[in-house]
């Protein structure tokens, strides 16, 4: 993609603020996007439907609700953590979003350790995204598991005929979302199939890949929380909600083998 096109500076400032959120000024926002800050944050909106502060201020709670429901940091480390000068003022925002407090919504979310099997099997790796051609998907949040698998087997029948192993590609964590709307993207490697148009989204850096045939005595959905447990024992610093799903073809033929191969999920 040509780096002066405004679509580009667009989604190179938004993998800036999914990143960088909690120390991000406008100052770096101009120098990033080398426009005015009226006139990025013009173009972000009309490509987002949320102004940039509005951004900043979401992803910001997103990662405080990842850090409460997988880490066992303190409210207070999280709080500073994600930008917030205080306790108080963090909770305030927190409450307003979700509509319970931090420590109440941990408590919802509080399961016992999951980390009682010396088998889970990872290695670290990095994603390059050359050659990957990408659909974007949009559905409503909360939507069901049959659902999903449906959504996701008819965009494949749809893009793909070459029986291709695919990705499905995370960027915000569907969990944590807290608008109608959620989204994800459908990818595939082999460049001999039909271009897709959509542009993928900037999935830089180094993941650790999981084998998921370890993951199989916990609920599909307990996943990421394993991970983010796992990687937190060893001192490894997950970027929350950024995670990859490797599915082979033959997931799509029914819903009960509709389970990745492997999860990459990415740290910093």
């Known amino acids: 993609m040509n780096e002066t096109n405004p679509v580009y500076r667009v989604i190179e400032l938004e993998y800036l603020l999914r990143n960088e959120c909690c120390e991000i000024d406008p100052k770096k926002i101009t120098d990033t996007s080398f426009y005015s800050y009226r006139h990025i944050n013009r173009l972000f909106t009309s490509k987002n439907g949320e102004s940039i502060k509005s ?9 405080s609700a990842e850090y409460l429901f ?5 409210i207070f480390e999280i709080a500073i953590e994600v930008g917030y000068e205080s306790t108080s003022s963090f909770s305030k925002m927190f409450k307003k979003t979700y509509g319970v407090s931090p420590s109440e919504y ?6 016992n350790s999951l980390l009682k099997n010396n088998d889970i099997k990872y290695n670290s790796e990095r994603f390059l995204t050359q050659n990957v051609r990408v659909k974007k998907l949009t559905f409503r949040t909360g939507i069901s598991f049959d659902e999903f698998y449906q959504l996701i087997k008819t965009t494949y029948q749809a893009t793909n005929k070459n ?3 695919f ?3 995370w960027d915000e964590d569907p969990q944590m979302i807290q608008s109608k709307t959620s989204r994800c993207f459908i990818a595939f490697e082999n460049s ?19 084998d998921t045939s370890s993951f199989k005595m916990f609920d599909y959905s307990e996943w990421h929380k394993v991970a983010f447990s796992l990687l937190e024992l060893e001192n490894i610093e ?4 950024t995670y990859i799903e490797h599915f082979t073809f033959k997931s799509l033929e029914s819903i009960n083998s509709f389970y990745p191969q492997f999860i990459s999920t990415a740290i910093e």
């Open 163 to 165: 029986n291709e192993n």
């Open 192 to 210: 001999n199939s039909e271009q897709l148009t959509d542009k993928i989204p900037i999935l830089r850096g180094k993941y650790i890949r999981f």
């Open 106 to 111: 941990r408590k919802a979310n509080k399961k």
């Open 55 to 63: 951004f900043i201020n979401r992803i910001k709670l997103q990662k």
């Open 167 to 169: 990705m499905i590609l």
């Open 238 to 241: 997950m970027r929350e909600s």
């Open 70 to 74: 997988y880490s066992s940091k303190s």
